[in-house]
């Protein structure tokens, strides 16, 4: 799959990003190999190309990230081997986020835990399946305790925040994709937004900053979604993660220039310790890579 470069701070002439050591990309995914990892009939979604594992790598070491969370994909289903596969190729530097049914058995947790998963994503978007019951969730969410697991969360804004009460009562930190998928041209004002904020004043829930080019409508370098990015980063420190959704799944519009998405980091954290714990802190604690992990 084709990877695009070309810095924009380049292009503007601005000093380069400087990227902190043992920086991270929270949030990407691997699509197949199809023929060892093949797509399972009734999948929400079928990637026209595949995603493997050696372009995720190629892409993250020439942005200069060392650590990577692959999230899986629902193009996969439950079926978590391309994620496990890709974490175990770098098992010190690259952890999981997996699918999983809320019955699965604790034994299967214990053994992605030991492959490197750090928690379970559930999708509320119409478009990727039937959500599973928040009950059947959140009785999943006490089984994660003993792993020090989370749940992330994708969804559309009011479906979502629809769920506030049980995200606040989780017994694990919650983590909220993608900036909730607000529409940044609603403004910071916008109900979902303010609502969304108040969900962040809870200490246990963790929101991505990824996503400015799936909540945009202006396009590139999606000024009208920078200042969303920028408050939580400035609000939540502590509570925040970047990644740049490659390969951008299902994505509405043109694909994301790579590198505008790194350098875009600068404008929502505009300071050397904002995105110190931004890129290296947070995922740290949050996906334990100070574990050591053969």
């Given at each position: 799959m084709p990877i695009r470069f070309g810095s924009t701070c380049a292009r503007l002439g601005a000093m380069?990003?400087?990227?902190?050591?043992?920086?991270?990309?929270?949030?990407?995914?691997?699509?197949?190999?199809?023929?060892?990892?093949?797509?399972?009939?009734?999948?929400?979604?079928?990637?026209?190309?595949?995603?493997?594992?050696?372009?995720?790598?190629?892409?993250?070491?020439?942005?200069?990230?060392?650590?990577?969370?692959?999230?899986?994909?629902?193009?996969?289903?439950?079926?978590?081997?391309?994620?496990?596969?890709?974490?175990?190729?770098?098992?010190?530097?690259?952890?999981?986020?997996?699918?999983?049914?809320?019955?699965?058995?604790?034994v299967e947790l214990r053994r992605l835990d030991v492959a490197g998963f750090r928690g379970v994503r559930?999708?509320?978007?119409?478009?990727?399946?039937?959500?599973?019951?928040?009950?059947?969730?959140?009785?999943?969410?006490?089984?994660?305790?003993?792993?020090?697991?989370?749940?992330?969360?994708?969804?559309?804004?009011?479906?979502?925040?629809?769920?506030?009460?049980?995200?606040?009562?989780?017994?694990?930190?919650?983590?909220?994709?993608?900036?909730?998928?607000?529409?940044?041209?609603?403004?910071?004002?916008?109900?979902?937004?303010?609502?969304?904020l108040q969900l962040m004043q809870h200490a246990h829930i963790w929101i991505k900053v990824s996503g400015m080019d799936r909540i945009s409508r202006a396009g590139p370098p999606y000024a009208d979604a920078q200042p969303f990015a920028r408050l939580l980063v400035a609000e939540f420190g502590d509570r925040v993660v970047w990644g740049n959704d490659w390969p951008h799944p299902n994505h509405a519009g043109p694909v994301p220039d790579e590198q505008q998405l790194l350098d875009l980091v600068a404008e929502i954290a505009p300071d050397d310790g904002a995105r110190q714990r931004l890129l290296v802190d947070n995922p740290q604690r949050l996906y334990r890579f100070a574990e050591a992990r053969s």
């Open positions: 380069p990003l400087k990227i902190p050591a043992l920086a991270c990309n929270a949030h990407c995914h691997v699509f197949g190999p199809r023929a060892a990892f093949p797509y399972p009939d009734g999948a929400p979604f079928v990637p026209q190309h595949d995603a493997p594992k050696e372009a995720l790598f190629a892409l993250n070491d020439g942005l200069g990230l060392t650590r990577c969370v692959v999230v899986q994909s629902s193009c996969h289903v439950f079926d978590n081997r391309a994620a496990q596969d890709a974490i175990a190729a770098r098992p010190r530097d690259y952890r999981g986020v997996a699918l999983l049914p809320t019955d699965v058995s604790d559930f999708n509320f978007m119409g478009h990727l399946g039937n959500a599973a019951p928040i009950a059947d969730v959140m009785a999943l969410a006490k089984r994660l305790v003993p792993l020090g697991w989370h749940l992330q969360v994708h969804g559309d804004p009011h479906r979502l925040l629809a769920l506030a009460p049980q995200w606040q009562a989780s017994p694990v930190p919650v983590v909220i994709d993608h900036i909730g998928r607000v529409d940044a041209g609603a403004g910071l004002a916008d109900l979902a937004f303010q609502a969304l």
